[in-house]
């Protein structure tokens, strides 16, 4: 799954029904089908279960029986087109779902009881039996033990060790609206999404079972070590469609025409967590790489677009599901940089059908293995197949920056965390983050840079060939690889934090390599612990400067000492192209981090900017704007941000002057990287007020609204009309909600929605915070991002924090743990910590994420109290020259 939804993957019983023409079938096997689902019928929410005994110890799975297979047997209710019933003020419409499951396990440690997953299902007439001897009679009955994840079967009699045993259960559930498990999404015919009312209404059934949600869908091993093959099929009404992991075998009419089987060849062995659609592929990115990661295992590999979907993309095995905005494109209406949006998400996706799917983590406490190789492997994939994107250099940028930011917290975590302090569904979620992704794709960059990219692919490919089908840890890994090396060797480097009084127990053995260059020659690239280095080598003078990290490929950060901090912003303001691209990123990023951190004085940070005047590279730019982020919500509601307004508008007044004869045509460059940079000239010159841009936007805005045309270029369009909305009040804010109720395109729909929380009236943000609360004006799957929107405006932020806090009931359901991050990025008051503290503890909230937001509002508050007054003068000193 993608990095943005929290976070993708196993269930092998995955699938989904869509609406579609009926299919003709050959009318084989009725007698058959009929007595395996004699009993399917539709039921009523299954009843609550009073509990008394406890969950298996430590919240995990006994080890003492290994599934080997499943068949499951499935029956979905819904209708895809509403009934009308006659004198019926209610549409007929069930979300009922019913059937039955064997799995076939082996006993390796004797046990009179069978503990498996089950979570909202009614579980029933459970029926033991010795498959090596048939005529055993074992006596079972179901009992929920204290937590309502678990199911255990207590038998009569002990299985034995070395036999083989099935476990036959009847179960029923209902499609809830939270998207996970098996889930109902509505969407209007021909039209790919929708906001409000718009009809004809039909209705999909859709599976997310990562990480934890296949127990939801029907009783099972639901722990990603436990893998087994599965033998799918569904029965669904006539006129709609049924997809799983593995293609067809097999499509039967009943005799009435009601109902429909699809049976499914048998999938490979797969854990809980991999489920699937159908959708005839044209080609497959490179990402694949088959030459480097082995043949793909299955027959086929479909990609399949959802009306509703969290996470953003799901890599089911052989059949990848996305939200519509992150697969479908159309020419001359969507951004063309949301081409590149897709195909990053298609191309992690994909390599999950290697890492993740094929092979496996051990246990949720290192699903980097999963996560970090998917976004690692994204950029060679991308790269590939759009090398103009130069998606290696931005995205790698990104994601350092991205770990770097969580790293420095103390409440993060390393990659791999102890097993026995992820246990939990909740805590298993936890994971899916930032460090998992971003940090695990930028260790395995650093890895890959070390030993050398073909020993790096040649490790990995032994890693993959060894262990397909199959579970590993990171153990596994570096052997892999060490058996790939001739040697390693480095120096000990300590894990950065913000907070200089945090201690930390993790070090790293990381390769240092530099340059030296001075004004008469450069010096080659060198390993820090090359016997030729001296420690004259680390001296400068006269202009002299070292730069380590080259080409930013090691997970660290760099801190010089003053004199050659100095060097370096001078070599950037004289001529910053002696600097490496990626570099001149980097070296803003590590200088704003370090004087976080209290390392090197802000202003040595600041002095790093001033270069950008003459800069038109995108990295710089996304780098400076990144961390001057930090500085805007620290002080947007301080008598700092008019001067730092002043100094951004005078920095970008020359990137937004180079791009501006495309921009005042509604035009863009040819290049791929100039589009960035010109979104990114006008993003922040309107933001910052520079005359022209907002003049610009607010005319192109209005000649819309007049004519009923938009001239506006899709890539300029989310900055504009931003803009535009943010100066008009309510007529700018209504014309923007009216097209977005009439859209149909889901990237000018992305742009409209992000628009709507650019107002400056609290009354029109109020309004928009409650339309999350009503399902026909926005989509379940929105509500998480309208609500991050707005509390990203400063004249939201207040209102977004009262709004969640007022409604965490339903929020709570809906990625509420994430907002409350979100909504605490500007929190930097003894009394704002003291309301998030209240509110956590009120709510029991003591997770992970709430730790990190608790402690990043600490470290703000010290942060502004100790550089406010200085980064106050230095801004107005710089506007005043």
Not at 858 to 868: A, L, P, T
Request: net charge negative; aromatic share 12%; glycine share 4%.
């Amino acid at each position: 799954m993608t990095k943005n939804s929290c976070n993708t993957k196993l269930i092998a019983g995955a699938f989904i029904v869509l609406t579609v023409s009926v299919i003709a079938g050959i009318i084989t096997m009725i007698i058959f089908y009929k007595t395996q689902i004699g009993s399917m019928n539709p039921t009523d929410r299954p009843p609550s279960v009073t509990t008394t005994e406890q969950p298996p110890p430590d919240r995990r799975l006994p080890k003492n029986l290994v599934p080997e297979s499943y068949k499951v047997f499935l029956k979905t209710h819904f209708y895809h087109r509403i009934i009308e019933v006659v004198n019926v003020t209610t549409p007929n419409q069930t979300t009922v779902f019913n059937g039955n499951s064997t799995v076939n396990m082996k006993c390796v440690q004797s046990t009179s009881s069978i503990y498996l997953h089950s979570r909202r299902l009614e579980v029933s007439d459970p029926v033991v039996m010795n498959r090596d001897n048939p005529n055993e009679e074992i006596r079972s009955s179901v009992v929920y033990p204290g937590e309502a994840d678990f199911l255990e079967i207590q038998l009569n009699v002990a299985l034995e060790a070395g036999g083989n045993y099935s476990l036959f259960l009847n179960f029923k559930g209902q499609s809830l609206e939270y998207m996970d498990g098996l889930f109902l999404s509505m969407y209007s015919e021909g039209v790919p999404e929708y906001e409000g009312d718009m009809e004809p209404a039909r209705f999909l059934a859709a599976t997310n079972m990562e990480p934890t949600f296949a127990r939801t869908a029907f009783p099972c091993f639901d722990e990603p070590e436990m893998k087994a093959v599965f033998n799918i099929t569904i029965i669904h009404r006539s006129g709609t469609k049924a997809l799983s992991n593995a293609v067809i075998a097999s499509e039967t009419n009943i005799i009435d025409d009601e109902w429909e089987y699809t049976v499914f060849d048998q999938t490979p062995r797969m854990s809980t967590t991999r489920s699937i659609r159908r959708q005839h592929h044209r080609k497959y990115p490179p990402v694949l790489r088959e030459e480097v990661w082995n043949h793909y295992s299955l027959t086929k590999l479909d990609q399949i677009a959802l009306p509703d979907l969290n996470p953003t993309a799901m890599e089911n095995w052989g059949l990848v599901t996305y939200q519509q905005g992150a697969l479908l494109f159309e020419e001359g209406v969507s951004s063309l940089l949301h081409k590149e949006s897709i195909a990053m998400i298609i191309a992690h996706e994909l390599a999950h059908q290697w890492f993740g799917n094929l092979v496996t983590m051990k246990w949720w406490n290192e699903v980097w293995l999963n996560e970090g190789f998917a976004n690692y492997m994204a950029y060679f994939a991308v790269d590939a197949v759009e090398p103009s994107f130069k998606m290696k250099d931005v995205s790698v940028m990104s994601d350092l920056h991205t770990a770097f930011e969580e790293d420095a917290l103390a409440a993060s975590h390393p990659l791999t965390v102890p097993p026995g302090e992820i246990q939990t569904p909740h805590e298993i979620l936890s994971l899916f983050d930032s460090i998992t992704y971003s940090k695990g794709a930028m260790v395995l960059r650093m890895l890959a840079d070390i030993v050398g990219q073909n020993v790096f692919d040649r490790g990995v490919n032994m890693y993959l060939s060894d262990f397909k089908y199959s579970n590993t840890d990171e153990k596994n890994l570096w052997d892999n690889i060490q058996k790939a090396v001739d040697d390693d060797n480095g120096v000990i480097n300590e894990h950065f934090l913000f907070n200089d009084s945090s201690e930390s127990s993790l070090w790293w053995h990381v390769p240092i390599r530099f340059v030296k260059m001075s004004s008469k020659s450069d010096f080659p690239l060198m390993w820090l612990d090359d016997k030729p280095v001296t420690k004259g080598d680390f001296i400068t003078k006269n202009g002299d400067w070292i730069l380590a990290n080259v080409n930013c490929a090691g997970y660290y950060r760099v801190n010089y000492n003053p004199e050659n901090w100095d060097a370096l912003s001078s070599q950037m303001e004289q001529d910053q192209s002696r600097i490496p691209l990626m570099n001149r990123g980097q070296l803003i990023d590590d200088a704003f981090n370090l004087a976080r951190a209290k390392l090197v004085d802000v202003t040595l940070a600041l002095n790093l900017t001033r270069f950008l005047r003459n800069e038109t590279e995108l990295i710089p730019w996304m780098s400076a704007m990144t961390n001057l982020e930090y500085f805007v919500l620290m002080f947007d509601r301080s008598e700092v941000y008019g001067p730092m307004q002043t100094y951004l508008r005078e920095q970008v007044r020359g990137l937004y002057n180079f791009y501006r004869n495309y921009t005042d045509h509604s035009q863009v460059p040819s290049d791929h990287s100039s589009q960035h940079s010109q979104i990114l000239a006008v993003r922040v010159a309107c933001h910052n007020g520079l005359p022209e841009c907002v003049t610009m936007a607010t005319e192109m805005f209005a000649l819309w609204m007049k004519n009923d045309t938009n001239i506006i270029h899709p890539n300029l369009r989310s900055s504009i009309y931003c803009q535009a909305v943010a100066s008009g009040g309510k007529a700018q804010w209504d014309f923007a909600w009216n097209k977005l109720q009439s859209s149909n395109d889901t990237s000018e729909m992305e742009q409209l929605r992000a628009a709507l929380s650019c107002s400056r009236e609290t009354w029109l943000l109020n309004r928009y915070l409650q339309y999350t609360l009503d399902p026909e004006k926005i989509r379940f799957m929105s509500v998480w991002n309208v609500i991050n929107l707005i509390a990203l405006n400063p004249s939201g932020q207040a209102l977004a924090w009262n709004f969640i806090r007022a409604n965490w009931e339903f929020l709570s359901r809906r990625g509420g743990h994430s907002l409350i991050a979100v909504v605490a990025r500007r929190f930097s008051t003894e009394f704002e910590l003291e309301e998030l503290v209240r509110f956590v503890t009120d709510n029991d909230l003591a997770y992970m994420k709430e730790e990190q937001a608790v402690e990043q509002i600490s470290v703000n508050i010290q942060w502004v109290k100790e550089h406010q007054e200085k980064i106050l003068q230095w801004f107005e000193m710089e506007t005043a020259s």
